[in-house]
């Protein structure tokens, strides 16, 4: 009988649970008092089954984004309502729960292979590697890691693979949807890129409300619908369909191109060559 009980991926779950434990304590003021989050849909965390289970969400930064995702899961899986007040839920977190992200990007620090080590199902892109487009077949066992991991517990997907608004959503996520038929629940956030940086390891302004919108499952016909039909459902629930450009108020996008005009490559879909590429694709 071994000494430690393991998941799936060989990984310690007595460890696993002090990294979470440690790195959840180290960040809570992030989400809290330097900044605050504001959490919609936590009651739907709580009616949905113990695994095979799928989130879907916009990206913003390389970390913050899946760290306030674990916080929010847990203190909600514990009784808190739309909240993460008193961090006590971190001493009991749900084991089970990852989040698919680039072998490159969870290879690239210290801090990366923590946090690699509590929850990430790593991948190598297929459209990238070191800064440069390469074209690269799936690998099988990608995949069946994610499914894997679905079958032990929740998995987290940033399907349009980059912090970059706007971007499609890349067609593996529907292949996984449709291979594995998890329940699939969209959530959106906001205020992420404001307060942090590209990396979401520094706070780069403080007093800034981000937002969680938690949302009901979508109805999907796994052995009917199409991808491009699972693409568009997608696009929509995480409210990154082209369409929502229409409805973003003016001083936002003029606000969001000052934030991030020395970075940042604003809202006028222009060439691509004005963009940091070699950061910019950091998710599958």
Request: glycine share 6%.
């Amino acid at each position: 009988m071994p000494l430690f009980k393991r998941n799936p991926f060989g990984h310690i779950l007595f460890l696993k649970r002090l990294l979470i434990l440690f790195a959840g304590f180290a960040t809570h003021a992030r989400y809290k008092r330097f900044n605050t989050l504001q959490i919609e849909g936590s009651d739907i965390l709580r009616k949905l089954p113990g695994k095979k289970v799928l989130f879907v969400s916009n990206h913003q930064t390389y970390f913050a984004d899946v760290v306030a995702m674990f916080h929010v899961f847990n203190a909600s899986l514990q009784g808190r309502e739309d909240s993460i007040k008193n961090a006590f839920y971190l001493f009991r977190p749900k084991l089970n729960l990852y989040y698919i992200a680039a072998k490159e990007t969870m290879n690239d620090s210290l801090l990366a292979k923590i946090l690699s080590y509590a929850g990430s199902i790593s991948i190598e892109r297929t459209w990238r590697a070191g800064g440069k487009e390469v074209k690269r077949q799936v690998k099988f066992s990608d995949i069946s890691n994610i499914g894997r991991a679905l079958d032990d517990g929740w998995v987290i997907t940033f399907p349009q693979g980059t912090t970059r608004p706007w971007k499609p959503i890349r067609k593996g996520t529907a292949h996984i949807i449709k291979t594995y038929q998890p329940v699939v629940v969209p959530i959106v956030i906001d205020g992420f890129r404001r307060s942090f940086d590209r990396k979401g390891i520094y706070i780069k302004k403080k007093g800034i409300l981000q937002s969680m919108v938690i949302k009901d499952p979508l109805e999907i016909d796994y052995e009917n619908e199409s991808v491009d039909s699972i693409i568009e459902k997608l696009e929509f629930a995480i409210e990154q369909h082209p369409s929502f450009l229409k409805v973003i108020p003016e001083e936002e996008l003029l606000a969001y191109n000052e934030d991030h005009k020395k970075r940042e490559f604003p809202f006028n879909f222009g060439s691509q060559e004005q963009e940091d590429d070699s950061q910019e694709e950091d998710d599958n």
